[in-house]
């Protein structure tokens, strides 16, 4: 078998997944045959493109196997079908076997929405939710998916099974939901989506391969619902915000692996290309109404990335939509990121107050960058002592080898 | 369609401590939820209240003793039993239910 074979076999799996496992679902009826037909489908694929060469259009040719594989399965076994209540597509009806054409796409569409919408249905827990969309929507292997969020496999395959039988068992619908429900929903596909590309950008170390790979899943998620969703201002607000930070990936760790902050990163190796493409979609995500919290985070992300330096950035208006950003999300996250801004407009001793209400209030509680924040305003202020405590508790709480690394760094500049 | 029982989950302080309008709109309330279930297209099959916690009696492993299974903040106060066509509809007939000292709880019936 040619290295091509398996790399086209692999370019499938991660281009065309979703696409061919919606439309395979609509036919089978039930998601765990139709994971199992199309997994079949890759398989079957490496023997028959090496023989007979890889199509033109894998998808279509993926799904064509799969879908027969699901009617076959149908056939022999009719019995199982009164028991895969998991996917009820709303027409009801078993479809004949169709020519999958250009014709089709708009149906294709939908079914790939209706997949990722019901992944992250709100009845599912928010660990779920990322797990089975890791699994459904991007195809990874149940022990990808479990290298990546640093559980067992068991535990993956644990959260996955439970996160079916609740779709199953309480009949979560498989549709894209109604008008009325839709900017809600939508923002919980951008909560997996999103985490799923923090998850592969922030933490070095595990199995690297799979944490870029992540990203890349995020990213192309994005683009993939961006594509079925054009007029969705918040989608542009994710992928732009996505291409902004990423756009830092080169810079994030120095040549010996130490985690490098914004301030010291090399401003000249940012993707400048994604950067631009950024930009323009944040005009595009604030325009035509009041912006939605993806829209402003990725507004803020431009203000970082079009700034010559750190002490150069607008930070007056990076303020003022952190503002914006607490008002439509009012997380004592965004306020604490809020304080670092703060700080760079109106000195390290106003955000210190706005701080130590974070900390009374107690939500942050066991939160690493309270006082990893808290530590480095105190520091700022030359309150040494102070600062050395704070970076002791920050270190009490972080688990991340890098990031253990540069608090101990910071803790041993202030001892 | 399938069976969803909805649960009431409330402080019963709140309702000692309500004052008669307060009460009557709670009722109010719960006569209108009826109406609203049908226009959802959902079917309201039964519901009651229930009285305090103070009158349960609770048997396990037949002993018996005096109150609820579970002491909770938020005692539970009443049900509805509704049919849906699916989980959505039978969690926007759950957004409407009448719980305002806590909230509710959307579970399906088992079918064998």
Known sequence: ?415 | MAQYLILIYETEESYAKATEAELNAVMAAHNRFAEQVAELGATMVGGNALQPTMTATTIRSDIVTDGPFVETKEALGGYYLIEAADLDQALAVGKLCPAPYGGVEVRPIMTF
């Not at chain 1, 019995?79 to 009801?92: M, V, Y």
């Open chain 1, 1 to 415: 078998m040619t290295r091509d074979v398996r790399e086209a076999v692999a370019e499938a799996h991660r281009r065309e997944w979703a696409f061919v496992l919606a439309a395979t679902a609509r036919v089978a009826g039930d998601i765990d045959l139709a994971e199992e037909c199309v997994q079949d489908a890759y398989v079957s694929a490496l023997d028959a493109w090496a023989r007979d060469g890889v199509p033109a259009n894998t998808g279509a040719w993926l799904t064509v196997a799969a879908r027969r594989r699901a009617i076959d399965a149908h056939r022999r076994d009719r019995t199982l079908r009164t028991k895969l209540p998991l996917l009820i597509p709303p027409d009801g009806d078993q479809e004949p076997e169709p020519e999958l054409d250009e014709q089709e796409p708009s149906v294709i569409a939908d079914d790939r929405l209706r997949l990722v919408f019901t992944c992250c249905h709100p009845a599912l827990a928010r660990e779920a939710q990322v797990a089975l969309t890791l699994r459904l929507v991007c195809g990874l292997t149940t022990e990808e998916i479990a290298q990546a969020f640093l559980v067992s496999e068991a535990t993956m395959a644990a959260r996955v099974t439970r996160a079916k039988k609740k779709i199953s068992a309480a009949r979560v619908p498989y549709r894209v939901p109604a008008e009325a429900d839709l900017p809600e929903r939508l923002d919980a596909v951008l909560t997996v989506v999103h985490l799923l590309f923090t998850t592969g950008h922030t933490a070095p170390g595990g199995t690297d391969l799979i944490r870029a790979d992540l990203v890349d899943r995020a990213v192309q998620l994005t683009l993939m619902l961006q594509q079925l969703m054009p007029d969705e201002r918040e989608v542009r607000g994710l992928l732009a915000l996505l291409l902004l930070t990423d756009a830092r990936r080169a810079t994030r760790t120095a040549p010996d692996g130490r985690m490098l902050l914004l301030e010291e990163q090399d401003r000249s190796r940012w993707d400048r290309d994604a950067i631009a493409e950024g930009q323009r979609l944040v005009m595009s995500a604030l325009r035509g109404g009041q912006p939605g919290r993806f829209a402003l985070q990725a507004a803020i992300a431009a203000l970082h990335a079009e700034a010559p330096s750190y002490g150069e950035t607008d930070w007056l208006q990076v303020l003022r939509l952190y503002d914006e950003l607490v008002r439509v999300w009012p997380s004592p996250v965004v306020v604490l990121n809020r304080t670092v801004a703060l700080s760079m407009v109106d000195g390290p001793a106003a955000a210190l107050a706005e701080v130590a209400l974070l900390e009374d209030d107690g939500r942050l509680a066991g939160y690493r960058y309270l006082y990893a924040t808290k530590a480095d305003l105190l520091n700022r202020l030359g309150q040494r002592a102070d600062a050395a405590k704070a970076y002791r508790e920050a270190l009490a709480v972080t688990a991340n080898a890098q990031e253990r690394d540069f608090l101990t760094r910071r803790l041993s500049e202030v001892s």
